[in-house]
């Protein structure tokens, strides 16, 4: 059963320009998220994170905004570029479970010149 | 400070053969998870280390298993190795218990064949 879903497979966007991932997630226990990049044969780098205490979260280019009533977060990256080109992964989890994350299937982002 | 060092980074095992992984956290890091990356079924959850024991464990057989030593190193190991259990294992480490912030290492690219 996957509790978080990115629908997207793949994102196009011209450097400069923002980028724009979005993640849902089903299930209302949790309650922090997180948002990784990953190259090809490299672990997730961890870029920025969200309680959902808050509704978003910002850290230079990277801004995090979460709709809990919506069970939505998205990923804001302004300006994009060519250095962003990866794959994109959300995660959450759960007070109740810390330690365990459930992760999206990801997007692959591409930034084009 | 170091990041989370996982070895070896690649190995090649045969069916029915088990193999142990390695996994080194950042240092002062007490918290080690492990998770499995596959095509097919995304980043998922196998378990979670905190002062040598285990406090979460995901969906898999008992074929994996793992243990967390008092430096805090973790070490997992599959047993009876099956052609799907071919997959990049990834070791994530964090602090403690007051966040899930989880930093990754490179991973280990296991074939069975």
């Known amino acids: 059963d996957q509790q978080v879903k990115q629908n997207s497979p793949s994102l196009s966007v011209q450097e400069g320009r923002i980028s724009i991932l979005n993640c849902d997630y089903t299930n209302s226990m949790f309650d922090y998220f997180l948002w990784y990049k990953k190259y090809p044969a490299e672990g997730p780098t961890f870029l920025i994170s969200?309680?959902?205490?808050?509704d978003k979260n910002e850290d230079g280019r990277f801004t995090v905004f979460l709709n809990k009533s919506a069970k939505h977060l998205s990923l804001h990256i302004v300006p994009s570029q060519p250095g962003d080109s990866a794959v994109y992964f959300c995660?959450?989890?759960?007070?109740?479970?810390?330690?365990?994350?459930?992760f999206g299937a990801g997007t692959q982002v591409v930034v084009t010149p | 400070k170091a990041g989370v060092t996982q070895t070896p980074r690649y190995l090649i095992k045969t069916r029915g053969q088990q193999v142990t992984l390695s996994c080194s956290p950042i240092?002062?890091?007490?918290?080690v998870s492990w998770y499995q990356q596959t095509p097919g079924q995304g980043l998922q959850f196998l378990f979670e280390y905190f002062s040598e024991t285990q406090r979460n464990k995901g969906n898999f057989p008992g074929r994996f298993s793992g243990r967390q030593f008092s430096n805090s190193r973790s070490e997992m190991n599959v047993s009876t190795l099956e052609l799907g259990d071919s997959a990049l294992y990834l070791c994530a480490s964090k602090p403690g218990l007051d966040t899930d912030t989880q930093y990754f290492g490179p991973g280990t690219r296991l074939t069975v064949l």
């Open positions: 995660a959450a989890s759960s007070t109740d479970s810390w330690g365990k994350l459930q």
């Open positions: 969200i309680s959902s205490i808050k």
């Open positions: 240092s002062g890091h007490r918290s």
